[in-house]
């Protein structure tokens, strides 16, 4: 299912969230249209010109831009194609955002130069009232593009909203097949909604928590700075990590960006957190009164930043350790802050604190060999039309996942519409673009859901074990066409239909195994972090003296781990140096997040030579206790590297290695960014200073197995794969067993 229909998915349940990120300024100058040259029919508006005089008068305002291809996921052009077509995209007015203008929808669109402008059109319609419809024009002067201007009456708007474009396209007034070629209209994904607002005052209130720090209708990661002074204690990082997670839950998709840290709030651009004691850190006692909590009472609060009433102030504090860790697991478990309300809350006792459940969507592949598409959260979906899209099913297993020989099947509940030409109409099964099977729609009458005795047209279709691969994509295309198709005969399509449903059954079969160090299973969903926060726990290792950057660095490595995960109950500590004062948690999962300062746990891998690059300037490539290269860099790069955990080798090390505690956030937030994530290979990865990444395949002799290939996995691929030398066998073996019957046939004669 590709991204804006899942966004549509989520805006029907009413749970979805719209992820964009607000530009802060216009679209660059040489795209923006003159008015005169924007023939637009808004309802409201008679002419194009008084549009565009009207919109001018308006001045310049505070607002932003949402775009449809970097904030409504509409991940390229759509394509209107046919003598009728619609798509939708789908778009949500923030609750901090007060309007003070109707929005404006610049939509940027081509179309065929076959197109008779005279009969062909275009319509817009947002929560299916129309808002403009124009012809199809000549794009004047130096555009490659037609932009059609319209105003989007505020009444209009809900709190999730659908955008409907739809065409009638015409090439000709006698013989036209609306499978014509020249039929389209291409909706470019840089078009865009403008909104013009003003941000709303922070309330003073827990119970709605996690707004207003992330607006479940805004755009854009719930961005926040860590607040306080420079020292950082470990009741400070411990209380960071359960927040972490936790923000990274709430945020899911839209992540989460933590930015440069504050020693005073009128320094802050965005929300702050100030998380420790009064006695740790000074803030929090400008903004809230502790001198009431007693040993072991923790205290929540949410306020307007006093210097900034439009961003705010969270603040999680407790007389002493225990009441800080109290106060953090109140805030960041399950159903707990939602018991919270008010400008502050006291904590004396937290119980069984587990965070939010994940809003992954689709989840990924539960382990159980089969499931259904509604255990993937993937709810009915139902196309219409010629060009029906395709239902996209997203398989997201873990990175060490390998799909058994004969273990990988789909069966698919599916129904379509009567009327259909059942000799034309057919339905198709794709696996990451590479079709395995392809079905009549032969009943005239359609099929139905339990249709029959057998509980419904089913299909079952093998999926290749050597096309299966942890981030697969399914798709099933109904091409239909009416009865009584004609091409020369003007015929509507939008009563032809086809369904997928959510009861459709996946039987996945898979071993775990993996080959590591190998920083490419990173791309699905930073295995083995992902599963690692569940299945064992995983250790951050910050500095021995961590400062507030290296506390931040913390907390988005954290957030991108709650993020990513699934598991009801994560398992994840933040300490300083070491592991932890008693030496528990050394055979974890470790993520070590290095800086300028001296860090204990990196020296000794340094020194056990461990890792391939110790990342100083007088930097030394090493391989298997030798060095391969030595030399002074001319400037030390953040890099990242991943390493066998040499007390427990089942176990893996991630390294984060930047020049500065304060570049530690980047680069953990460069996790986030699936274009870097794909370019990572081998043990090592150099981020360089142009944005590029340059993978360092370092002795593949040191890779080593992690997981177990099951015996009959093992000898299924040795068949496989030595299928000759089977048939000789089975020649050789006949041979042997017909001489041994002859031996045997003759002794017993002989003793007759």
């Known amino acids: 299912m590709s991204p804006r229909l899942l966004l549509l998915a989520g ?37 194009a010109a008084a549009a565009g005089t009207q919109l001018a008068a308006a001045g310049q305002v505070d607002g932003a831009q949402i775009a449809f291809g970097a904030d409504l996921f509409v991940a390229s052009d759509i394509m209107l194609q046919g003598i009728t077509a619609w798509d ?30 005279a009969r062909s059109s ?34 209009m708007l809900a709190d999730y909203n659908t955008l409907t474009m739809s065409v009638v396209q015409h090439v000709t007034d006698e013989c036209e097949d609306p499978f ?13 909604i403008d909104f013009g607002f003003r941000e709303k005052v922070i309330p003073a209130e827990l119970k709605s928590f996690p707004y207003p720090f992330l607006d479940p209708l805004g755009y854009g990661p719930l961005e926040l700075s860590l607040g306080g002074p420079q020292g950082v204690s470990a009741g400070q990082l411990q209380a960071l990590g359960i927040l972490g997670v936790a923000f990274g839950r709430h945020a899911a998709y839209r992540h989460v960006q933590v930015a440069a840290p504050v020693t005073d709030l009128t320094q802050a651009r965005e929300h702050v957190l100030l998380v420790g004691t009064p006695q740790e850190n000074p803030l929090i006692a400008r903004v809230v009164n502790t001198q009431a909590l007693t040993p072991g009472q923790g205290l929540i609060a949410a306020m307007p930043n006093p210097s900034n009433p439009t961003l705010g102030v969270l603040v999680v504090t407790g007389a002493d350790e225990a009441g800080l860790l109290k106060a953090a697991g109140a805030l960041a478990g399950q159903s707990r ?19 939010p459940a994940t809003r992954q969507s689709p989840l990924p592949v539960p382990p159980a060999r089969e499931f259904t598409l509604a255990d993937l959260a993937i709810a009915d979906q139902t196309v219409r039309g010629f060009y029906a899209p395709a239902i996209k099913i997203p398989l997201k297993m873990e990175g060490d996942s390998h799909a ?112 590591l160090p190998d920083l490419s299973l990173l791309r699905h969903d930073l295995w083995p972090l992902s599963t690692a926060v569940g299945d ?93 290269l030595t030399a002074k860099v001319g400037a030390a790069y953040a890099t990242i590297e991943q390493a066998l955990n040499p007390t427990n080798p089942d176990k893996t090390i991630l390294v984060l290695h930047a020049p500065s505690a304060s570049a530690l956030r980047d680069l953990a937030a460069d996790l986030q960014d699936f274009g870097r994530l794909v370019r990572m290979e081998g043990k090592a990865a150099v981020f360089g200073g142009d944005n590029s990444v340059e993978s360092i395949k370092i ?3 040191s890779r080593r197995q992690v997981g177990v290939i099951p015996l009959s996995s093992s000898f299924q691929t040795f068949v496989r794969a030595s299928w000759p030398l089977l048939v000789l066998g089975v020649i050789l073996a006949s041979v042997v067993l017909s001489v041994l019957v002859r031996a045997w046939a003759d002794r017993r004669g002989g003793q007759a």
């Open 180 to 192: 014509d070629p020249s039929l389209w209209t291409r909706v470019r994904s840089d078009s865009y």
């Open 337 to 355: 802050h939602e018991v919270l309300s008010g400008r502050e809350s006291t904590v004396g006792l937290v119980e069984e604190s587990r965070p």
């Open 699 to 701: 002795d593949e002799k």
């Open 404 to 515: 058994r020989i004969d273990g990988a099947r789909v069966g698919i509940d599916f129904a379509y519409s009567a009327m259909l030409e059942t000799k034309l109409s057919t339905m198709e099964v794709k696996l990451n673009g590479v079709t395995l099977a392809s079905v009549s729609l032969s009943d005239p009458a359609g099929k139905q859901k339990n249709q029959g005795f057998l509980g419904g047209p089913r299909l079952w279709v093998d999926l290749p074990f050597e096309l299966v691969e942890p981030t697969s994509e399914l798709e099933v295309i109904f091409h239909l066409f009416p009865n009584n198709y004609e091409p020369c005969v003007y015929t509507t399509d939008v009563h032809i239909w086809g369904t997928v449903y959510a009861s459709t059954v996946v039987e996945m079969g898979r071993d775990h195994w993996a080959m």
């Open 122 to 155: 275009i319509t817009v319609r947002v929560n299916d009232k129309a808002i403009a419809s124009q012809k199809v024009v000549q794009a004047k002067g130096d555009k490659l593009y037609i932009e059609l201007l319209a105003p989007i009456p505020e009444e």
């Open 11 to 47: 805006l029907t349940l009413g749970l979805g969230n719209a992820v964009a990120q607000p530009l802060k300024a216009p679209p660059p100058r040489d795209l923006e249209p003159a008015a005169s040259n924007l023939p637009v029919l808004p309802l409201a508006i008679a002419d």
């Open 536 to 628: 064992g726990g995983i250790s951050i290792i910050t500095a021995d003296q961590p400062n507030i950057h290296d506390a931040g660095g913390a907390l988005q490595m954290a957030a991108e781990i709650g993020r990513v995960s699934v598991v009801d109950a994560p398992e994840l500590k933040v300490s300083a140096g070491a592991v932890s004062k008693d030496g528990s948690g050394a055979d974890d999962t470790l993520v070590l997040l290095v800086g300028d300062g001296a860090h204990s746990t990196h020296a000794s891998l340094v020194r056990d030579r461990q890792i391939a690059l110790p990342g100083d300037l007088d930097r030394a490539l090493q391989a298997q206790s030798k060095d391969l």
């Open 88 to 117: 939708v995209v789908t778009f949500t007015r923030p609750q901090r955002w007060e309007l003070n203008r109707a929005p404006v929808l610049h939509l940027r669109y081509e179309y065929s130069a076959a197109l008779d402008p």
